[in-house]
């Protein structure tokens, strides 16, 4: 800060000077002490100057005992997943009094590499929310999948250097973590060679293996998902983030490890939060509305949205209402039922009463279009022949990313290949490697995501992001993922060999370049084609939980290009089951 901005500071603190902007007769949330303090908050250049005392400003703005609250701060999202661009996703998640997020691009970076990275960056000059961006740590995310770039250490460093990222996002590979392999630590030492902190990611690991994870400087974990992780974690000294995402939702479990001598170490978080959900039930303001459905003190669950965020993340210039900090603030009127009026950022009025006001513009997204590659791909490469009637399958878990191994009966031909029966809830799954024109295709089996007719192909599959394709049949399974080429990444659901709904994604094959109502218009025609005629489950979610089925990092059994993965022991295992 330049000396006379700090002189001018001192004098509006002071009240020797006017305020830019002065919010009167508020009740003012102080983080700090859980309590409510009554008064102004003067704002000068963007930052707090005062609280609590009477100010004059060049506007007044008279809250009538309103509520004010720091702005709110996601510490791990993916912007990929609202399947918009990160101005959408900006425009989207201001009016509900986010004001800074902590993003992992790892979505696009594992499709485009580190040019997709620069576009994320580019983009997110465009919009008011403040998204500072985590260096993707594990491009691809293990060494059983092809992804469409790989990231080194030797390549993190300039970003790292530069101040382009804050920190590594997550670390999904914890078993080379565990086991100390050289080209993960080589990663996780230039982050602390340079003071940059670790994001985690280590579902159901415990024990010795969580002391290994932990001591190698990861600092957080957001995959929890009984309060028994939470507690493990917490007294190892790791924050946790509590997650409500649109399809994994972990919150309202993970709240009843939350105690007034913990809650410090806890955090809210969406991680991956689609348009769809953001523009009909909200983020932040959400989870805490939750909290408080939980019986949690509304203070304590702003606090876990604010000030805890910010000292998780080391961002002391943010997360309380207090002098010298930056004036992004949300208001209100109920804190039993928070609803954002307004939202304040850089002490600027960007959302009022539901709508996004600054200006804002788009980034140029040629450089991250014509994602989708694939070579020498032929309906035949869709059979699965089996050596017997025993299978394991993918079996879907209803809001989780998790899933478990079903060893299942399945019907064969004279040829010994998968037949589906209508009668029994397994379809088959393919992942189509869709980056380097390699050709691999890997078939496997899908219990309980409930398609009974057609397929439906998209090209989000986390987080290799090839493309993946459950269906009935190999004809539409194969009509799939030729008319994804065709239309550059997406969605496509298919019938009786016609196509009969899709969504396109021209940005990576991962997000659309319309609005964010645009796409949710879309989505919610997809959803429901695909639960309507194709049978899907009501309680899952067509897009988000099939793209999980490839997720090599969360147990228990997954799917890639290469073979069928089981996470807990890190290894590929047969779909057959011998006798």
Do not use: W
């Not at 939350?258 to 991680?271: E, F, S």
């Not at 899933?403 to 019907?411: D, H, K, Q, R, S």
């Not at 219990?447 to 049949?473: E, P, R």
């Not at 997406?490 to 994604?505: C, F, N, P, Q, Y």
């Amino acid at each position: 800060m330049e000396k006379n901005k700090l002189t001018q500071l001192i004098n509006v603190a002071a009240g020797r000077k006017p305020a830019d902007l002065v919010l009167k007769n508020g009740k003012i949330v102080d983080v700090y002490q859980g309590s409510i303090l009554h008064g102004d908050v003067a704002i000068i250049d963007g930052k707090i100057a005062g609280i609590g005392e009477t100010y004059e400003g060049k506007e007044i703005v008279d809250l009538n005992g309103k509520y004010i609250a720091p702005g709110f701060i996601d510490p791990h999202i993916h912007v990929e997943s609202s399947y918009v661009t990160p101005e959408e996703f900006g425009r989207l998640l201001v009016p509900h009094g986010t004001t800074t997020v902590m993003a992992d691009p790892h979505e696009i970076v594992n499709v485009a590499g580190l040019k997709g990275l620069d576009y994320m960056i580019e983009a997110a000059k465009n919009i008011a929310l403040d998204i500072q961006y985590m260096m993707p740590s594990c491009v691809p995310a293990t060494n059983m999948e092809n992804a469409g770039a790989v990231i080194t250490a030797s390549d993190m460093v300039a970003p790292l250097e530069e101040g382009k990222v804050a920190g590594l996002a997550e670390f999904m590979d914890f078993p080379s973590v565990i086991q100390a392999k050289d080209s993960v630590l080589d990663k996780i030492l230039v982050a602390r060679k340079l003071n940059k902190r670790i994001d985690g990611h280590s579902p159901m690991v415990g024990g010795k293996e969580l002391n290994a994870y932990i001591a190698a400087g990861i600092e957080n974990d957001h995959e929890c998902s009984t309060m028994e992780e939470l507690q493990a974690r917490i007294s190892r000294g790791m924050y946790v983030f509590l997650r409500e995402g649109s399809v994994t939702q972990n919150l309202r479990t993970l709240l009843e490890g939350v105690t007034p001598q913990n809650a410090r170490r806890c955090v809210l978080c969406g991680d991956d939060v689609q348009a769809k959900t953001i523009l009909e039930k909200g983020h932040l303001d959400n989870s805490i509305r939750i909290c408080v459905e939980e019986n949690i003190d509304p203070i304590l669950a702003i606090q876990m949205a604010t000030i805890n965020t910010a000292e998780c993340c080391q961002l002391h210039d943010r997360g309380a209402v207090a002098p010298g900090l930056k004036a992004d603030l949300v208001v209100f009127s109920d804190l039993e039922n928070l609803v954002v009026e307004q939202t304040y950022i850089d002490g600027k009025l960007v959302a009022d009463q539901g709508k996004y006001v600054a200006p804002y513009t788009k980034a140029d997204i040629s450089v991250v279009q014509s994602s989708v590659h694939i070579g020498n791909f032929s309906k035949e490469k869709l059979r699965l022949k089996l050596n017997s009637n025993r299978a394991r399958a993918i079996g879907v878990i209803q809001t989780e990313a998790l899933t478990n191994e079903a060893i299942v009966e399945v019907e064969l031909d004279e040829a010994g290949e998968f037949v589906y029966n209508p009668e029994k809830p397994v379809a088959k799954i393919a992942v189509v490697e869709r980056h380097h024109n390699t050709g691999n295709v890997f078939v496997g089996l899908l219990k309980d995501y409930g398609i009974q007719k057609g397929a439906i192909g998209i090209s989000i599959a986390h987080d290799s992001h090839n493309l993946i394709v459950t269906g009935t049949n190999d004809d539409d399974m194969a009509v799939a993922i030729e008319t994804l080429k065709k239309q550059d990444g997406g969605v496509v659901l298919v019938e009786g060999g016609k196509v009969i709904g899709s969504m396109a994604l021209p940005v990576a094959g991962l997000m659309s370049n319309l609005s964010g109502e645009e796409v949710v218009v879309e989505q919610s025609k997809v959803n429901k084609v695909a639960r309507e005629v194709l049978g899907v489950a009501e309680d899952v979610d067509p897009i988000m939980t099939l793209g999980f089925m490839s997720l090599a990092v969360i147990p228990t059994l997954k799917i890639t290009d290469l073979g069928l993965v089981d996470v807990t022991n890190f290894e590929f295992v047969p779909v057959s089951v011998e006798e």
